[in-house]
């Protein structure tokens, strides 16, 4: 929203720290290594899902672009459980 530069970066930082946690985990060799880093982009994912919700419900985005934001982060968190399931066995 208009005049909301801090939100606007708060939610960059979180969106960008997903992708680059998944690229690190995906660099790693080490299932736990793997693991950790996307555990970290999961919290990311989640933190950004929480923005997401926030905005909505002050009315600052539009309701069918939170509503498929989230869906996606849902999508997106889910992979990231499924990938941390595999790479702790």
């Not at 982060?73 to 941390?84: D, K, N, P, Q, S």
């Amino acid at each position: 929203p208009r005049g909301r530069a801090a939100l606007k970066e708060q939610m960059d930082s979180a969106a960008s720290s997903v992708v680059a946690n998944i690229a690190e985990g995906a660099g790693e060799f080490s299932g736990k290594e793997k693991a950790r880093f996307y555990r970290m982009a999961r919290r990311s994912a989640v933190e950004l899902a929480a923005w997401v919700d926030i905005t909505a419900r002050r009315r600052e985005t539009p309701e069918p672009l939170a509503q498929q934001a989230l869906h996606e982060l849902e999508v997106v968190v889910a992979m990231l459980i499924r990938l941390i399931q595999v790479c702790e066995r």
